[in-house]
């Protein structure tokens, strides 16, 4: 069957099972948006305010649904906007495919109107960019993208189409794709030898991360929790991989960790990595991290082994049929003494804030109460993020998203757009600071032209409050740039572009006000205006180890 190169793109996506698609129109794409206006009642094509909404948008989707999100833009500053949240998607392993139009083929490499080498821009921050010359070449292309984006550790693909092959005519075969095949690269000894450290440690402790929830072990990672009888503490990106109500869990590890979850994992004898990169912001400094403790590393990519800390021993594979194959060999163990010991820690210990006034930690408790712990929630980059991790209570994946790797500001909106989208029929909320909330708060729009019904709660304290805590910390109080106490005002601005607003400056009013916008059933941004000093405790300074770990009441004892 003949078709033209933008008709195969949008019949490739739809043997992929795309049923939507984030992006904004351009010259170069024309093509593929004329095809996609033809088959509109079969692909929903989201139209967002900037190309960097649209990738986050695909990014929060892909994150929120398990399935692989699609943007598309135009060729120049259309695709150079998605850069940055290509990169997010790669840092934190999204699954993500990139559709962008290029100049004629004549016409590459030739400075031509809103020409630039995509692929070579991006090349660093996706697993795979491909150039489509050739219109026989469009469809295999395109098969391949979505099979390297969601195989082994997933990440974004970049597809560069020129404009002549959008135009040009081939024959088309439709192809049924098949998943890809998780699979596992450890021998029979690796698997006793690991089950053996296990089964001999006296203090395990479980430390989860995203990985967990990509491939989809929760379930396996709470078996094995429960075999070993050992307390579990998770990363930013691990979140809601284990039950946040459980008694086992202990909180998040690293710089904003629990002081249980960093000082028992200085103490434990055996950490069990799950999933996790050993990241900087986890690991604190690697000499002294879990100095007392072996090591055992389980990770689908092998290039993470041994990368940030050594291990003693590492299984490399999918983790859910790691587990599967590993849980069976654990022999029930009791470490009641080490739980105890956990459980005094965290009653030492907890997590806690000032009361007295409207603070974040507040806010994101009154939203667990209010939605019953089980809303989506995205969140931007700063305090804000920090406190949205430690007081929600996260009991199932793919719940709560937020950029962990590159730390992007202005990251939630999209995302909370993205996730709403697939899944419409959850309560998505997006916390955002005053600064990240600058960045792309233009989303909105999208949001109110489709009246897709998110919450973003914008945490407003004047400030760029991260970094000001850090110049509170470790600048002498300097606030270099870092004051934001202008005349914004941020409820106008989301009734200008077509939400509800309502502002809270009380303690009383945010749990009425919560309720006031899941009810509305539409686009609601409430601005909550907190002090400007508030700080994020507990945190370990920058390469410290975790057992420096310190908090308010800490610092006022010093």
Request: aromatic residues 6%; contains cysteine; negative net charge.
């Amino acid at each position: 069957m003949e078709m033209n190169g933008s008709e195969i793109v949008v019949a490739c996506l739809k043997e992929q099972g795309v049923d939507t698609v984030f992006g904004y129109p351009g010259g170069t794409i024309l093509n593929i948006y004329d095809a996609l206006y033809k088959h509109q009642d079969e692909i929903r094509h989201v139209l967002t305010s900037h190309e960097q909404g649209a990738a986050h948008a695909a990014d929060g989707y892909a994150r929120a649904t398990g399935k692989v999100g699609v943007v598309m833009a135009t060729s120049g500053p259309g695709a150079t906007n998605l850069v940055t949240g290509i990169a997010t998607a790669y840092m934190d392993s999204v699954p993500l495919v990139a559709i962008t139009a290029n100049v004629n083929l004549p016409l590459l490499g030739k400075d031509t109107f809103q020409e630039i080498d995509i692929a070579g821009v991006t090349m660093p921050i996706t697993k795979h960019g491909f150039i489509v010359k050739n219109v026989s070449d469009l469809a295999p292309t395109i098969r391949k993208a979505f099979k390297i984006a969601k195989t082994g550790r997933p990440g974004p693909v970049l597809v560069d189409i020129t404009k002549d092959v959008t135009a040009a005519v081939t024959d088309y075969e439709a192809v049924n794709p098949a998943e890809p095949e998780k699979t596992v690269s450890f021998s029979d000894k690796d698997l006793n030898d690991v089950a053996e450290m296990l089964c001999k440690a006296k203090k395990p402790f479980i430390y989860v991360g995203g990985g967990a929830i990509i491939s989809g072990a929760s379930e396996e990672v709470g078996e094995l929790a429960d075999l070993l009888d050992a307390p579990v503490c998770d990363t930013l990106m691990g979140k809601g991989a284990f039950d946040g109500n459980s008694k086992r869990y202990t909180g998040m590890i690293g710089m904003h960790g629990t002081k249980a979850s960093n000082l028992g994992v200085t103490e434990c004898d055996l950490l069990i990595a799950l999933g996790a990169r050993f990241s900087d912001r986890v690991t604190g400094n690697p000499k002294k991290f879990a100095e007392n403790a072996k090591i055992v590393h389980i990770d689908v990519d092998a290039a993470e082994i041994n990368k940030n800390i050594h291990v003693d021993a590492c299984l490399v594979g999918d983790l859910k049929l790691t587990l599967k194959a590993l849980n069976p060999l654990i022999t029930k163990q009791n470490h009641s003494e080490w739980m105890n010991h956990i459980e005094e820690l965290k009653n030492k210990y907890p997590l806690g804030y000032d009361d007295s006034q409207l603070s974040c930690p507040y806010i994101i408790s009154e939203l667990d109460r209010v939605t019953e712990g089980k809303a989506i929630v995205t969140t931007d980059v700063g305090q804000h993020q920090m406190w949205a991790a430690q007081y929600y209570h996260y009991t199932k994946p793919r719940t709560f998203l937020s950029s962990g790797g590159l730390g992007t500001m202005g990251y939630g909106l999209g995302a909370c757009i993205g996730a709403q989208v697939g899944r419409p029929d959850e309560i998505c909320v997006n916390i955002a600071g005053d600064g990240c909330f600058r960045m792309n708060m233009n989303e909105l729009a999208t949001a109110s032209r489709y009246n897709i019904p998110i919450i973003e709660i914008v945490i407003n304290n004047h400030v760029l409050g991260m970094v000001r805590q850090w110049q509170t910390l470790f600048y002498g109080k300097r606030y270099s740039q870092t004051v934001l106490n202008d005349a914004v005002d941020f409820c106008k601005v989301a009734e200008g572009l077509g939400c509800k607003a309502i502002k809270v400056t009380k303690k009383e009013e945010i749990g009425p006000a919560l309720e006031e916008a899941i009810a509305a059933k539409a686009p609601v941004l409430i601005e909550c205006i907190i002090p400007e000093d508030d700080k994020v405790f507990p945190m370990v300074p920058a390469g410290a180890p975790l057992s420096e770990v310190f908090d308010e009441k800490d610092m006022k004892e010093e």
